[in-house]
T-cell receptor, first 114, second 112 residues
Framework: KAGVTQTPRYLIKTRGQQVTLSCSPISGHRSVSWYQQTPGQGLQFLFEYFSETQRNKGNFPGRFSGRQFSNSRSEMNVSTLELGDSALYLC?????????????FGSGTQLSVL | QKEVEQDPGPLSVPEGAIVSLNCTYSNSAFQYFMWYRQYSRKGPELLMYTYSSGNKEDGRFTAQVDKSSKYISLFIRDSQPSDSATYLCAPRPFSGYSTLTFGKGTMLLVSP
């Protein structure tokens, strides 16, 4: 069974631009979560989608948004990029998103903002 | 005080050593305790998963949780160079399975 797939693998943008990252969850998984990983802050939760609805949101500004499609694939968007947005963005999926669920991560998209 | 604390390392050990990786947390609501392993330029990979206090063993790995002292440990027996990675502890409350609070991780280096 294929794992969580994230595209693109690497991305370079300049300040002020916007970016869209894509995530395909494990087949059959309906919940997709996004995390940001930086050396200074570690892994921080961005948001979670289940059945095309945002179910949880972390403490990030409104420039960070996401959506989920009917096939469970998800995208996240960052508008008006800042230098501090440079990070590894990780997507994780789980089957139904219940209390006993485990998250499975993709390899991430490394975003560099110049 | 951060919710989850880990010594960043690096922790350097020779092949075959027993490794002890530790994590402390402050939130009493944490009920599930995960350990993830992350290789360079890869996403975290779930290694161990325990609920509440006690020990759990899986091959060379043992996870130990002491909720009274809010202390989590991961032991690796007969460590291998392939165990060289960053180990992240990630506790969470009963609900909110997706909102893991990760420690910053401990880098482990196992030399042949």
């Amino acid at each position: 069974k294929a794992g969580v797939t994230q595209t693109p693998r690497y991305l370079i943008k300049t300040r002020g631009q916007q970016v869209t990252l894509s995530c395909s969850p494990i087949s059959g998984h309906r919940s997709v979560s996004w995390y940001q990983q930086t050396p200074g802050q570690g892994l921080q939760f961005l948001f979670e989608y289940f059945s095309e609805t945002q179910r949880n949101k972390g403490n990030f500004p409104g420039r960070f948004s996401g959506r989920q499609f009917s096939n469970s694939r998800s995208e996240m968007n960052v508008s008006t990029l800042e230098l501090g947005d440079s990070a590894l963005y990780l997507c994780a999926s789980s089957f139904l998103g219940g209390e006993d669920e485990k998250l499975f991560f993709g390899s991430g998209t490394q975003l560099s903002v110049l | 005080q951060k919710e989850v604390e880990q010594d960043p390392g690096p922790l350097s050990v020779p092949e075959g050593a027993i490794v002890s990786l530790n994590c402390t947390y402050s939130n009493s609501a944490f009920q599930y305790f995960m350990w993830y392993r992350q290789y360079s330029r890869k996403g975290p990979e779930l290694l161990m998963y325990t609920y509440s206090s006690g020990n759990k063993e899986d091959g060379r790995f043992t996870a130990q949780v002491d909720k009274s002292s809010k202390y989590i440990s991961l032991f690796i027996r007969d460590s291998q160079p392939s165990d060289s990675a960053t180990y992240l502890c990630a506790p969470r409350p009963f609900s909110g399975y997706s909102t893991l609070t990760f420690g910053k991780g401990t880098m482990l280096l196992v030399s042949p």
